[in-house]
């Protein structure tokens, strides 16, 4: 259908800027997908998502969800803890919206080379993709006008963004961020745990078996001295913050410290080319917001691109678009996890009273669960409408 137009160009071919080659050119879009790494570089990234319902309708649209299927740790309890108050509740799968409640869990966590690799090898068998990645994709950025529309999906210090002088506003955590892969003792595979520590919140993700990801939030030169640590000492300091009952077994792979910061373009486009995932947005990954976040701007953008407007009368009004059509989200998530950072990371009186009452609320009312959780899996924008089915 759209296949006399002009081809569009996509920097990045991470999980954002493949799935959305993927949708763009399942339509008939003529796709050139440029990476300064290869595709096995691409795919050997040491990290699990936390998938959401979101993520869950727009790949199954994509008709990926299936093949995914193997792939796809569920759970079907998060187990949300305030270390300070000594306070818990569980989310299930009662608290879900009704019309995601027939999927029979809260989330679910993907490793990102499983996620890759199918995503990869949907790209090299298409026809309407070409791609460009490794040794490839160091030409320059010449003509922006020789593309119909060009997608800047090239992550958080995006070259796109800085060599187009987009305006950027970003704020450094002090906290940084841990990630490994761990294997507990005698476990139940199908819980995930948030625990808010005053140090920074520490997300216990199953991976399977008794496989899980361990995203652990502190003070940067903490996380450092955590990674640098060797695996019997490292075993050995997180088994002292971990939930009652949970015994780490063996290290699965090399802890990587990284810093942490919320960023975000005030406008996502300018001219044709549009900042799309983690060029145009950033935020600290408690709750496993990051990647669903993402997926929801290449949904949008999907929808503009094959709307019949754009198919009448070109994509020349999809930027400006989509810049609307985001913002919200974008924010409220933003917002959403920085205010959870920081009225969590710390011991103020005030603030633990604050929590106290939060998480008794929580703990007794299945209307502000339902309405938590689906703001968690849907975007907290779904709340003023209706979820699709
Ligand atoms: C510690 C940590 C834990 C996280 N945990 C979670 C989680 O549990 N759940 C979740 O949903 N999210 C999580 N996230 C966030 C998640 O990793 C990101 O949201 C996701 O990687 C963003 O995808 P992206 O494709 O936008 O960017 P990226 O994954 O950064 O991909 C960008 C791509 O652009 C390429 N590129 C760079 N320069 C150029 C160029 N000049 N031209 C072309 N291409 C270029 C890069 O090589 C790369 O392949 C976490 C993040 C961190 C840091």
């Not at 006399?4 to 071919?13: E, K, Q």
């Not at 792939?71 to 919206?97: G, M, Q, W, Y």
């Not at 294997?183 to 199953?206: K, M, V």
Request: charged content about 20%; overall charge positive; proline content about 6%.
């Amino acid at each position: 259908m759209t296949g006399s137009l002009a081809p569009i160009r996509i920097n990045g071919a991470g999980p954002t800027g493949s799935l959305l080659a993927i949708g763009l050119a399942n339509v008939g879009y003529s796709i050139h997908l440029f990476d300064p790494l290869s595709a096995d570089q691409i795919c050997s990234r040491s990290r699990a998502y936390a998938l959401t319902h979101s993520s869950r309708r727009f790949l199954t649209r994509l008709g990926l969800w299936n093949e995914l299927a193997p792939f796809l740790s569920p759970f079907k309890t998060l187990s949300l803890e305030d270390r300070a108050i000594n306070r818990t509740v569980d989310f299930t799968e009662s608290d879900l919206h009704s019309s995601n409640r027939s999927s029979r869990a809260v989330g679910w966590i993907l490793d990102h080379t499983s996620l890759m690799k199918l995503l990869m090898s949907r790209l090299e068998r298409s026809t309407h993709v070409k791609l460009y990645l490794g040794e490839a994709s160091s030409q320059p950025l010449h003509s922006i006008h020789d593309f119909g529309l060009v997608i800047a999906a090239d992550g958080p210090r995006s070259p796109t963004r800085s060599q187009l002088k987009f305006s950027w506003w970003s704020h450094a955590y002090s906290q940084g961020c841990l990630t490994a892969k761990v294997r507990f003792r005698n476990i139940d595979s199908e819980t995930a745990f948030e625990c808010f520590r005053p140090e920074g919140p520490l997300a216990i993700l199953p991976l399977g078996n008794s496989d899980f990801q361990v995203v652990w939030s502190a003070p940067l030169d903490r996380c450092r001295q955590l990674a640098a640590l060797q695996a019997s000492a490292f075993l050995d300091d997180l088994s002292t913050i971990l939930p009652r009952g949970l015994e780490p077994d063996a290290l699965l792979d090399s802890p990587a410290a990284f810093p942490l910061e919320i960023s975000l373009a005030p406008k996502l486009h300018q001219d044709n080319v549009v900042l799309v995932g983690e060029s145009g947005h950033r935020c600290h990954p408690v709750g496993g917001q990051g990647l669903n976040l993402c997926w929801r701007d290449a949904e949008t953008l999907l929808r503009l691109m094959t709307s019949a407007s754009s198919i009448r009368r070109g994509l020349k009004a999809v930027p400006t678009r989509y810049t609307r059509g985001r913002y919200l989200d974008v924010l409220s998530v933003g917002f959403a996890t920085d205010l959870l950072v920081r009225l969590f990371s710390n011991r103020q009186s005030a603030l633990l009273l604050v929590r106290r009452f939060g998480l008794f609320m929580l703990k007794h009312s299945p209307w502000m669960r339902r309405v938590s959780l689906q703001a968690m899996s849907d975007g907290p924008c779904t709340l003023l409408h209706h979820l699709p089915k």
